[in-house]
């Protein structure tokens, strides 16, 4: 009886009831995403019908019209219904009795949403993909000033369009930057990424920076050594330098110091310019100022307030002719400058020649005469 306890292996508790499963085997991918069929749906027809619509822009409709039976195509086998308002510019997509997908609707709502923001059909049918989602990210008003906006943007596509191919490689994501939205199609993981990528570039961050990252991270991903490791001795950190008030002085008297090093060689005066005077400061006076008058009183005052609307206009169309009269007229002239001979010094006759000689003999002459003097003076004392 003892011999027979000690064959049998020791199981624990809580594996006790687990069978074997021939079935599954190593070469079975578990992660797989497998596709929705209508054999999956056991719900039956939905209850409810569910819609999305988007409007989109006025230079988008030629081409929604022209591609918008290859959309009916593409939804119609995943029984949603599209509709195209010309009148009021908007796309919508509904369910219909046939749909057997309830995330499908969301997809569709997507494909539509990147056929207004430019998308080509061909590249927007791709979200209907389980592993691929889109991401519209909103930039126009994260930057105030125009200018200092349309260069950040550009910033994202790059020199003749690298720095966007550069993203596209790394996140495997497609994106398209089109007026005040970046449109990223892609695996969720990378639309995260990408997304980092923009608002940082839009807040005055370089995309070469996290460009950089990827790449590293992409290489530290090849080594398995390295899997259960941190990777953060390996991606470069990038901040920002806060100078102390001292230090700042401290650099700008070395840039004026070269400066005047560098007008010491080049033979200039090394003394810095004048600074310009401050205003005076004005007397203080507790009285507020004058009111200033209104624009009517103004025109009241030239009598262009009892003007006809025709007659103002006209004396503002002759004021602006006579004003664009001076500023040719002045521009004219600074032309002409170009053309007027310098001032060119005559040749001295001879004459003049003979004049200036006997004038420089008469000073040596002069010199040479009191130095002979004072040498015979100094030998009659001795």
């Not at 009916?72 to 046939?98: N, Q, Y």
């Not at 449109?183 to 370089?206: A, F, T, W």
């Not at 009598?303 to 001076?326: D, N, S, T, V």
């Amino acid at each position: 009886m003892a011999a027979s306890s000690e064959q049998l292996p020791v199981v624990n508790k809580n594996k006790r009831h687990r069978k074997e499963k021939p079935w599954d085997t190593d070469d079975i991918d578990h992660w797989k995403i497998e596709s929705f069929q209508p054999d999956d749906n056991k719900g039956g027809v939905f209850t409810e019908e569910s819609s999305f619509a988007t409007l989109f822009p006025k230079y988008r409709e030629k081409y929604l019209r022209e591609v918008w039976s290859a959309v009916t195509k593409i939804l119609d086998p995943h029984g949603i219904a599209c509709t195209l308002d010309l009148v009021h510019g908007s796309m919508s997509v509904r369910t219909t009795r046939k749909t057997f997908d309830p995330y499908i609707i969301l997809k569709a709502r997507d494909i539509i949403k990147l056929l207004a923001r430019g998308v080509a059909i061909t590249q927007a049918q791709k979200v209907l993909q389980d592993d691929v989602a889109c991401d519209i990210i909103k930039i126009g008003n994260l930057v105030r000033n125009k200018d200092r906006f349309v260069k950040r943007r550009q910033r994202i596509i790059g020199p003749d369009g690298s720095t966007l191919k550069a993203i596209e490689l790394l996140t495997q994501c497609y994106v398209l930057v089109q007026g005040n939205t970046v449109s990223v199609m892609g695996p969720y993981k990378s639309l995260k990424e990408v997304r980092r990528i923009v608002l940082d570039c839009m807040k005055n961050i370089h995309p070469i920076y996290r460009i950089k990252e990827l790449m590293i991270r992409r290489e530290l991903a090849k080594d398995p050594k390295l899997a259960t490791e941190s990777w953060d001795r390996f991606l470069p950190k990038f901040r920002k330098q806060h100078l102390k008030t001292s230090e700042k002085t401290i650099k700008k008297n070395e840039k004026v110091a070269a400066k005047e090093e560098a007008r010491k060689t080049a033979g200039l005066d090394a003394s810095s310019p004048a600074k310009k005077e401050k205003p005076a400061k004005k007397v203080y006076t507790p009285f507020p100022p004058p009111q200033q008058p209104r624009k009517v009183d103004l025109q009241l005052e030239s009598g262009e307030y009892f003007l006809k609307p025709h007659e103002r206009e006209a004396r503002e169309i002759q004021q602006r002719k006579q004003k664009q009269a001076e500023a040719t007229l002045k521009r004219q002239a600074e032309r002409a400058e170009v053309y007027i001979a310098p001032k060119e010094e005559a040749v001295p006759t001879v004459e003049e020649k003979r004049k200036r000689r006997h004038t420089e003999v008469d000073v040596d002459d002069g010199t040479a005469r009191s130095k002979k003097k004072k040498k015979n003076v100094a030998a009659e004392d001795t």
